[in-house]
T-cell receptor, first 112, second 112 residues
Framework: DTAVSQTPKYLVTQMGNDKSIKCEQN?????MYWYKQDSKKFLKIMFS???????INETVPNRFSPKSPDKAHLNLHINSLELGDSAVYFC???????????FGPGTRLTVT | GESVGLHLPTLSVQEGDNSIINCAYS??????FIWYKQESGKGPQFIID?????DKRQGQRVTVLLNKTVKHLSLQIAATQPGDSAVYFC???????????FGTGTRLQVFP
């Protein structure tokens, strides 16, 4: 009965590769988010989608492209990975914009 | 610019004592604040929230205090238990409303 799930949990890849992280929520929420948490635990929003529409797009390199095929899924594709992309990426969802956000378990991305 | 920060990066308390985690915010127009708990290897979990028209809000063993005059937020945990060991974040609702701005986090360590 996982509420917000992410795959994979760990991802190790080399610089220059392209990778995707998937997120699914079974809470029936209409808003989903991607956050990045760096090595110092600082958590920063990257994107948010409401009813499949992009709402928030923080100053994220265009190598990062979110895609929301439906309200229950929000994927994150990253092109030409760089060392600085190494972080833990969290997906979250909420009912309505401004609603309580429920976070997934995170995906630890390591770029070598 | 907007920022939310914490005074103490690490707090060590003895089991059974009360814990106080502090947070300073800079946007005086913020109307909503949230405390999250993040256990090792997991995503942030909602603990308690408070709106700017309140000074205090209590939950089960937790109390959040808001001092708008000095733009300060605190989380009090009563009778701290080993299971309370985690990193605690305060977050401020920005603009748009679904944008959460997180502080840098405080690690709470509970020892017997």
């Amino acid at each position: 009965d996982t509420a917000v799930s992410q795959t994979p949990k760990y991802l190790v890849t080399q610089m220059g590769n392209d990778k995707s992280i998937k997120c699914e929520q079974n809470l029936g929420h209409d808003t989903m988010y991607w956050y990045k948490q760096d090595s110092k635990k600082f958590l920063k929003i990257m994107f948010s989608y409401n009813n499949k529409e992009l709402i928030i797009n923080e100053t994220v390199p265009n190598r990062f492209s979110p895609k929301s095929p439906d309200k229950a899924h929000l994927n994150l594709h990253i092109n030409s990975l760089e060392l600085g992309d190494s972080a833990v990426y969290f997906c979250a969802s909420s009912q309505g914009r401004g609603g309580e956000q429920y976070f997934g378990p995170g995906t630890r991305l390591t770029v070598t | 610019g907007e920022s939310v920060g914490l005074h103490l990066p690490t707090l060590s308390v003895q089991e059974g004592d009360n814990s106080i985690i502090n947070c300073a915010y800079s946007n005086s127009a913020s109307d909503y604040f949230i405390w999250y708990k993040q256990e090792s290897g997991k995503g942030p979990q909602f603990i308690i929230d408070i709106r700017s028209n309140m000074d205090k809000r209590q939950g089960q063993r937790v109390t959040v205090l808001l001092n708008k005059t000095v733009k300060h937020l605190s989380l009090q945990i009563a009778a701290t238990q080993p299971g309370d060991s985690a990193v605690y974040f305060c977050a401020e609702r920005g603009v748009p409303a679904d944008k959460l701005i997180f502080g840098t986090g405080t690690r709470l360590q509970v020892f017997p």
